[in-house]
């Protein structure tokens, strides 16, 4: 953790833990709710990530734009995006975020600047260069967060975003949550030379320990000012790990196989690995927070949980004719 | 009405509502110097914020063409060649196709994508095909292939005027190709055909660099004494069903001839319409004038020869008008 700052950061950060345990308590139901085979589609779990998103929106504006991953919903959290409209979405309902079109893997608000999460592993890259380029040539200010995680740093888009960026300054902050996995398959064993590296040759980067919450937001905060200064993009590289399968229905997929011991998930969940408990842990220990109130703040996110769950279950179903009037915009010409 | 060559006719719409609406931005490699002529100036008059060359990374440049649109741009990417849209396909078909739907509706894609397409300039295989079914088979993409300069400039101007995204397909080898093109606002709608010749003893339904050659047939066959009406569809996504059945209710006789190959190209899908809704107007089967499922070779004749030239079309034309 980096140096305590003041008592008086105390509501920044309570709400630096709500959000991650806003997070964490909402994939726990899914992921009970997907191995009871009640959600339609497939869900990629967040958990043991949190910090990263966290730490990375709470220093971007409403108007600032993310791209997220298939591994969205704590992106879509931590940018803003309501809990109740992301289940809704997820139940295949119309009160869905996305009316039940999307999914989980494609929560988005493009009102709160949430420009999509992703079913194409790097398929954000190119969306937030083209933002970002359209945000300089507006010239208010805007920057763009890209996340991505460090198998999506093998696609050639990569590089190819990078590059354009770098050439045309522009305001994007690349933010790699390396979990060192790619879906089935131990990242190290599949990628050449260091990610941070790749980014080297084209901009600042920074690698910080990515389940620290305070070491995450302090490094993209240097990012985000120096976008908003017009000086260009930033790699930040936030080391972490995805203590959940590829995917929930993952077990069934793998046929008992397996790519990583449960001593290696054991050790990422360990109390001083752990981002969430590690944050509190920080709190108490410093005295800027009463045990008292962390417990008030763990029971109002399951209040918060269940409702959301509550009202995915009482949503009707998704319009099945959306599908043909959605495709295209009403032409005007 | 002023004489325009076709490439004119696209630059002039692209002036014309660059100056109309300030959102519209270009890019793509290689569109200040306009090396196909049809961006040509665009850079002198509007400069590096409207108009801007990039690197050569189709594949980076479709995905930033839909998150420009995040910044409320009309994007206009020029893809240089048609078979470019292969190398840039993911964000096309991947997001731009599908970020609509997906999102339940929240936003709209104003991007128009450039690119010429087609055989007749010994450019070989790959820089000579049309990626017009990939791209109609996607759903979510308007595609234009205008056979005239006044259609081009129509055609254009709608596109550029959109809320979605659409494929305006440039015949690489009918830049040069003169015709009358009307001065200021001409608006062509998507999805009406036009109807490029009268005729009672078959219909040639076809679109872009296919149409003259239709026309130069429909005249041979004419002093034959058999008469050609030719179906320009000119926008393929949305298609005017409604003509083509019309026309074959008419006639009785179809044949398509589309700058395609064979296997599921556009002439597949115009020939499936004509079985699925006018079956009972055919007095003959359906025939099909494309490109044979082969890459498009280089030198010129073994190239004309897979071409759906005049020759090929009377032949198909004389099968079924004894």
Known sequence: MIAVKEKSNKHEYVELLERMLLIRRSEERLALLAAAGQLPGAVHLYIGEEAVAVGACSVLQERDWITSTHRGHGHFLAKGGDLKAMFAEIWGKKEGICKGMGGSMHVADFSKGILGANGIVGGGFAIATGAGFGAKLRGDGRVVSCFFGDGAANQGVFMESMNISSAWGLPVIFICENNGLSEFTVSSTITGGKLEDRAKAFMPTKVVDGNDVLAVQAAVREAVERARRGDGPSYVEAKTYRIRGHLEAEDAMLGGGTYRSKEDIAAWQAKGKDPISRFETYLLGNGIVEASEVTALQDKIIRIVNEAVAYADAGEDADVTLAHSLMFAAQEA | ?322
């Not at chain 2, 041979?220 to 003509?243: C, N």
Request: negative net charge; hydrophobic residues 45%.
């Open chain 2, 1 to 322: 009405m002023p004489s325009k060559r076709m490439i004119a006719a696209i630059n002039e719409a692209l002036f014309e509502e660059m100056e109309r609406d300030e959102n519209i931005i270009v890019f793509g490699e290689d569109v200040q110097l306009a090396i196909m002529g049809d961006t040509r100036g665009l850079y002198e008059r509007f400069g590096p914020n409207r108009i801007r060359n990039t690197p050569i990374c189709e594949a980076t440049l479709t995905g930033m063409a839909l998150g420009a649109t995040a910044a409320g741009y009309h994007v206009v990417l020029h893809m240089m060649f048609a078979n470019f849209v292969y190398t840039g396909f993911d964000a096309i078909a991947n997001q731009i196709s599908k970020m609509r739907l997906m999102t339940g509706g929240q936003l709209k894609i104003p991007v128009t994508f450039l690119a010429c397409y087609g055989g007749g300039g010994s450019n070989a295989a790959q820089h000579s095909d049309s990626a017009h079914p990939a791209l109609m088979n996607l759903g979510g993409i308007n595609v234009v292939m205008p056979s005239t300069p006044a259609d081009a400039k129509g055609l254009l101007k709608t596109a550029l005027r959109s809320p979605n995204p659409c494929f305006f397909l440039e015949a690489a080898a009918r830049g040069g190709q003169m015709g009358e093109v009307p001065d200021g606002e001409h608006l062509v709608p998507f999805g009406k055909a036009a109807l490029a010749r009268e005729g009672s003893d078959v219909t040639l339904v076809t679109m872009g660099s296919a149409t003259k050659w239709c026309l130069d047939a429909a005249t041979s066959l004419g002093k034959a004494g058999i008469e050609a009406e030719v179906v320009d569809l000119r926008s393929l996504v949305p298609i005017d069903e409604e003509a083509i059945l019309k026309s074959i209710a008419k006639t009785g006789r179809l044949v398509v001839v589309d700058e395609s190959r064979d296997c599921c190209g556009a002439g597949s899908h115009i020939a499936a319409i004509a079985a699925d809704k006018g079956f009972f107007s055919l007095k003959a089967p359906v025939k099909r004038v494309n490109i044979p499922d082969v890459a498009i070779p280089y030198a010129p004749a073994a190239e004309l020869a897979v071409l759906p030239t005049p020759g090929r079309i009377e032949a198909a034309v004389r099968q079924l008008v004894g």
